[in-house]
């Protein structure tokens, strides 16, 4: 016993050990993909040299040096904002009211000057010929603006009203014109203006209208300034509202023959395409680090919550090779656009293959290496492509999963693939829209996304077969197939063994029913169910349900040679099972659905016959006993049938005693036929209350028609 659990240990320790084993093969495939897809080539190439290649964009990168030409046009074209300048307002409005009291201390000194006996008001003509050079002169430097001397002359002539009015019209003028804001280029057009409206005024001599222009022209100032602030502001604006060059992945960044540029230089350098001394081990380890961590997390997701899938070396050679091939596949797609991407073979087929929820967390592992692989040299990870990449990658993992939850057929497969490429191309339109790409840009992204994924799904359906046959998988699809009445073995076990095939069909029914109320593999158990007694088709009528007539061949057999063709129809259904190439799942059970049981009505017949002579192990099935659950629930359910048949027309009560007393003799008595069996209690208890349902809608009352033959009479 001691040996034997040694050498179970050491057997699972093995296993282990491949499985890490397996996983490490495609982490090395993974990383290498990934590093050749993000690795570019680096060209020899320096400025003002004619360049030997034509070298394209290994992805979207921004021209800096023509961004931001366009963004110093930008900055010349912006609006040059002003402001109005109050403190030379008020120097101006100053100056000119200075003015005018200067015209008024003139004309008080100029008083003094008059003659004593002149009483009268003197004209212009007249200070002319009072004053003499000298004062004139002085009088007209008095003033800033100085006066002219006919000006000078006219405003000593005038009346005091006369200047009042001149003053109360240039005033204003001046103080509504500099308070709305004077440009240099209009300044002209407004000093003309006032001084053409001073000269209409008729209350005014011709002299004192020069005087006013004078005043006007001298103190009518440019009052709008340029506001510094503001302007750049305005600029900066401008600039920021230019939309960045940006040189999309594939296209060209310098032609074959042509001088490279500084500006050219600059956009290989920032995608990483010109040979330099510095080496790539930033990114050799980057990457190492990042795949080695998803790896990592995926393998102890493995270990600790899918140890159905770890322990079991079958689904880890299918999950390493579905990896490998997938990673190579990418490889290839990315050489034409990052959006092409061959995911969904890989998640697809591990949820057919082996299990939902580890093709849940490959998705995630997918959209890590996916998003590298986008990224080009590795320097825009977070760029637009890769977190497109990885968005999409997981959209389309998850919803395609979803979708196959409940298929069971080959067609619905092209459904889940294209609700996982809708899925997909709704992530690309929302990234692409959010980078505010063109319309014909998001509908390309559209096609490249939906058409890669339908073609990922037109392989799946399309291999599907192969993986089903090469890694003896009984997937949905192929036992949805394999129930289909028309199967040559079904149609023969119908026409050469009709009691058999009655027997089968309700076997399959109470099994069906049982093994998803316990959350066993419906579709198994009744695929399962329906073939478990191909084998009596070697001798169909050996067994009482296909005898006719009420004769019985054992009546007139040894007890021994009756048991042992009855036993071997388990060991033919077998081999003609695997004639048909049926999948191993359905072949065990089969194989276990007597397990080794004992052939009690034979034996105990020979044993009246012969006594102790009789060996008991000659009247054994040379089955195992049921290893799973729908091997178990199959066993339960052709026992159960075969007793309650055999009860005839009894009543329900009669029916669920001998229900219980099957399913509680098969767990108690001395075979132990339930003991490798994964089942509970309480999953025991479930499927008797299941049989008792489905044998409830059965054996329902039914009315008992008259005899047309007495009616008649």
């Known amino acids: 016993m001691a040996k034997r659990e040694g050498k179970r240990a050491i057997t699972k320790k093995n296993i282990r050990i491949i499985s890490l084993l397996l996983l490490a093969v495609a982490f090395v495939i993974t990383y290498f993909s990934v590093l050749t897809a993000a690795t570019p080539k680096h060209y020899d190439v320096k400025v003002g040299e004619t360049s030997a290649y034509t070298i394209y964009a290994t992805h979207s990168v921004t021209?800096?040096?023509?961004?931001?030409?366009?963004?110093?046009?930008?900055?010349?074209?912006?609006?040059?904002?002003?402001?109005?300048?109050?403190?030379?307002?008020?120097?101006?409005?100053?100056?000119?009211?200075a003015f005018f009291a200067e015209l008024a201390a003139l004309r008080a000194e100029a008083d003094g000057l008059r003659p004593a006996d002149v009483e009268q008001a003197m004209t212009a003509e007249d200070w002319a010929a009072l004053l003499s050079a000298e004062q004139k002169a002085s009088f007209?430097?008095?003033?800033?603006?100085?006066?002219?001397?006919?000006?000078?002359?006219?405003?000593?002539?005038?009346?005091?009203?006369?200047?009042?009015?001149?003053?109360?019209?240039?005033?204003?003028?001046?103080e509504t014109s500099l308070g709305a804001g004077l440009s240099a280029e209009g300044l002209s057009a407004v000093k003309a203006t006032c001084v053409r409206e001073v000269n209409a005024t008729t209350s005014l001599t011709a002299g004192l209208k020069d005087v006013a222009a004078l005043a006007i022209n001298t103190y009518m100032e440019p009052t709008l300034v340029v506001d510094e602030e503001a302007t750049k502001q305005?600029?900066?604006?401008?600039?920021?509202?230019?939309?960045?060059v940006t040189i999309k992945k594939g296209e060209t960044i310098v032609e074959r023959g042509m001088e490279l540029t500084a500006a050219q230089y600059a956009i290989l350098s920032d995608l990483s395409l010109v040979?330099?001394?510095?080496?790539?081990?930033?990114?050799?380890?980057?990457?190492?680090?990042?795949?080695?961590?998803?790896?990592?997390?995926?393998?102890?997701?493995?270990?600790?919550?899918?140890?159905?899938?770890?322990?079991?070396?079958?689904?880890?050679?299918?999950?390493?090779?579905?990896?490998?091939?997938?990673?190579?596949?990418?490889?290839?797609?990315?050489?034409?656009?990052?959006?092409?991407?061959?995911?969904?073979?890989?998640?697809?087929?591990?949820?057919?293959?082996?299990?939902?929820?580890?093709?849940?967390?490959?998705?995630?592992?997918?959209?890590?290496?996916?998003?590298?692989?986008?990224s080009g040299t590795g320097t825009a990870l977070l760029g637009m492509d890769s977190f497109m990449a990885v968005a999409a990658?997981?959209?389309?993992?998850?919803?395609?999963?979803?979708?196959?939850?409940?298929?069971?057929?080959?067609?619905?497969?092209?459904?889940?693939?294209?609700?996982?490429?809708?899925?997909?191309s709704l992530v690309v339109t929302a990234v692409m829209l959010m980078a505010k790409e063109a319309f014909l840009s998001i509908l390309v992204g559209i096609g490249w996304t939906m058409g890669s994924s339908m073609l990922s799904t037109l392989l799946v359906v399309g291999s599907l077969s192969i993986w089903e046959t090469v890694f003896d998988v009984a997937t949905p699809a192929r036992l949805s197939e394999l129930s289909n009445t028309n199967h040559p073995l079904l149609k023969?076990?119908?026409?050469?063994?009709?009691?058999?095939?009655?027997?089968?069909?309700?076997?399959?029914a109470l099994a069906e029913a049982a093994a998803e109320r316990v959350g066993a593999d419906p579709l198994l158990a009744r695929v399962g169910a329906l073939f478990h007694d191909v084998g009596k088709l070697r001798r169909p009528l050996y067994f009482k349900e296909n005898q006719k007539n009420g004769e019985n061949i054992h009546d007139k057999l040894p007890p021994l040679e009756s048991a042992q063709t009855i036993?071997?129809?388990q060991k033919d259904g077998v081999t003609l099972l695997m004639r048909y190439k049926m999948p191993s799942a359905v072949i065990r059970i089969a194989a276990e659905h007597h397990g080794n049981s004992l052939m009690t009505y034979f034996f105990y017949k020979a044993k009246q016959a012969e006594g102790d002579k009789v060996q008991m192990k000659s009247f054994r099935y040379s089955g195992n006993r049921p290893s799973t659950k729908e091997s178990a629930i199959v066993m339960l359910a052709d026992s159960c049938e075969a007793a309650v048949r055999s009860l005839g027309d009894t009543s329900r009560d009669k029916a669920e005693e001998m229900v219980h007393k099957v399913i509680y003799g098969k767990m108690t008595d001395s075979d132990n036929m339930m003991t490798n069996a994964p089942l509970t209690l309480a999953e025991f208890t479930e499927i008797e209350k299941s049989f008792l349902k489905t044998f409830g809608g059965i054996m329902h009352d039914r009315i008992e028609y008259p005899d047309l033959t007495e009616v008649n009479k």
């Open 492 to 508: 023969q076990l119908m026409v050469e063994a009709p009691g058999t095939y009655q027997h089968s069909v309700m076997v399959a």
């Open 275 to 374: 040979r330099a001394e510095q080496s790539n081990q930033p990114l050799v380890f980057g990457t190492l680090l990042i795949l080695l961590a998803a790896f990592t997390l995926f393998a102890i997701y493995l270990y600790f919550y899918r140890t159905e899938v770890f322990h079991d070396t079958k689904r880890m050679i299918i999950l390493t090779v579905l990896t490998v091939l997938t990673m190579l596949i990418a490889l290839l797609c990315s050489t034409l656009d990052t959006r092409m991407t061959p995911v969904l073979i890989a998640v697809m087929l591990t949820a057919l293959l082996v299990c939902q929820r580890t093709a849940l967390a490959l998705s995630g592992l997918f959209s890590i290496a996916l998003g590298l692989m986008a």
């Open 140 to 174: 007209c430097a008095g003033t800033q603006p100085n006066l002219e001397e006919a000006q000078l002359c006219a405003v000593l002539a005038a009346g005091a009203s006369e200047i009042q009015l001149m003053k109360d019209l240039v005033l204003p003028k001046l």
């Open 63 to 97: 021209d800096e040096s023509a961004t931001e030409a366009l963004r110093d046009a930008a900055r010349a074209a912006a609006q040059t904002a002003y402001r109005i300048d109050t403190e030379r307002i008020q120097a101006c409005m100053d100056g000119a009211a």
């Open 234 to 244: 305005a600029q900066e604006e401008a600039a920021a509202a230019v939309a960045p």
């Open 393 to 424: 990658t997981l959209a389309a993992g998850a919803a395609s999963v979803f979708a196959l939850r409940r298929t069971q057929s080959r067609a619905a497969l092209i459904a889940a693939g294209a609700i996982g490429g809708a899925a997909a």
């Open 567 to 569: 036993i071997a129809h």
